[in-house]
């Protein structure tokens, strides 16, 4: 019951968003702009913030920076997105923001214990960035809720914990640094752990992803989306590029009226960025290519009527329709080395399956 009454309320609003906004649109009406107006000084600075050690000021040169550094200031500039979007939900709500949506009455509590897990992201990753070295510190931010929207904060938390997973199995990846992938794993657990809360006591659906969840090779890649919560221009002038180094590759959306992105379904793509448009070379074969748990799936796509015929491609149903897939557009098959990858990636959320057009 209760989760019937939450989908459809953020179905409510989804809709609402479409006529004015379109679906993909990440800057919707009503958003919540956080106010962050430095690096250190508004830092710990909340009500209800646990007190964070201050960035460092740079002292070193970016020449200087070790493959493990430039590991963990990506890793802390995008926790500072997940620390940031949990403050402002525990700034914005109150227990009852939950309950009237028939949520257990526990629901505002550990969305606080899940911020202040955040904040001890924060502090290890900046525990682990050489002395000397940038840490990089907050930009300002824009979350697509506001304190009216409840809904709309709880189905982007399943966004959030998933696109954190999947980076941190990447990093796991990029580094051979023993010590750098224990600590991964550790807090890759941790934010599982908030993914499977959001999933049982919110959502009310099954808390499993499958045997394995999964594996995307390139992490930067999946930083390149979340950067789209970072307000342009907005990042101390100190911090590093976020992610470092970052492709820039056009951001891939569904078509507005897309139904389903579950396994099995034909969308048609949207590249979302007016300026930042695909460029694919006639003649030229291109694939999407599909990760899923440990699987690869390539499919090739059709590219030369594009783009006055918009990109289909259908999302292999011999995937469970559990966890997530993520695709991407590559020129050659299997994504084989980052530089093949041309657009994307895109999430197409699982489970639960009506939030998946939801959070693309
Ligand atoms: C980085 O190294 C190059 C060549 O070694 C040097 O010319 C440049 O000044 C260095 N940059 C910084 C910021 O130290
Ligand atoms: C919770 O927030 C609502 C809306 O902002 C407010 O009306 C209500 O008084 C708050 N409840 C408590 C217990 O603070
Ligand atoms: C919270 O809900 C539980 C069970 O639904 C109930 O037993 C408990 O009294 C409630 N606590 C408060 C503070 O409302
Ligand atoms: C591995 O990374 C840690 C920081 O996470 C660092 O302290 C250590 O020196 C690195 N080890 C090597 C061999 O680079
Ligand atoms: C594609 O995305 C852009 C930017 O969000 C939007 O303006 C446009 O309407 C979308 N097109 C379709 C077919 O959904």
Not at 13 to 40: C, E, H, K
């Amino acid at each position: 019951m209760r989760s019937t009454y939450l989908l459809s309320a953020c179905l409510t609003l989804v809709l609402a968003r479409s006529r004015s906004a379109g679906p993909m649109n990440w800057n919707p009406l009503g958003l919540l702009a956080i106010r962050q107006d430095g690096p250190a000084k508004d830092v710990g600075g909340y009500p209800n913030s646990p007190n964070l050690p201050p960035p460092m000021k740079p002292t070193g040169s970016m020449n200087e920076t070790s493959d493990t550094d430039r590991l963990w200031q990506n890793l802390l500039a995008a926790e500072w997105i997940v620390w940031s979007f949990y403050d402002a939900a525990v700034r914005s709500f109150n227990g009852t923001s939950f309950t009237t949506l028939g949520l257990p009455n526990t629901t505002y509590q550990r969305i606080t214990d899940i911020r202040d897990n955040e904040a001890g992201h924060l502090r290890i990753f900046q525990s682990q960035i050489s002395a000397g070295t940038v840490q990089p510190a907050p930009c300002r931010y824009d979350f697509p809720f506001d304190s009216s929207d409840p809904a709309a904060f709880l189905a982007l938390v399943t966004l959030i914990e998933v696109a954190s997973m999947t980076f941190i199995t990447g990093l796991t990846q990029q580094t051979t640094n023993a010590t750098a992938r224990g600590i991964l794993a550790a807090v890759g657990q941790v934010e599982t752990r908030h993914e499977v809360w959001s999933l049982l006591d919110v959502w009310d659906a099954s808390p499993f992803s499958g045997p394995s969840d999964t594996v995307f090779p390139y992490p930067n890649e999946i930083l390149d989306v979340t950067n789209r919560f970072v307000i342009p221009g907005s990042c101390p002038p100190a911090n590093p590029i976020f992610p470092n180094p970052s492709q820039n590759l056009p951001k891939v959306g569904v078509a507005a009226g897309t139904e389903t992105v579950a396994v099995g379904a034909t969308v048609l793509l949207n590249f979302t960025e007016p300026d930042n448009q695909p460029r694919f070379a006639t003649g030229k074969q291109y694939y999407a290519v599909f990760y899923h748990a440990i699987e690869i799936v390539s499919l090739p796509v059709h590219t030369d009527s594009w783009p006055a015929e918009a990109i289909s491609v259908t999302i292999p149903s011999q995937f469970s329709a559990e966890g997530v897939v993520i695709m991407v557009l590559a020129d050659a098959e299997g994504a084989p080395t980052l530089y093949s990858v041309v657009a994307g990636p895109v999430i197409f959320l699982q489970q639960p399956a009506a939030l998946g057009t939801q959070v693309i």
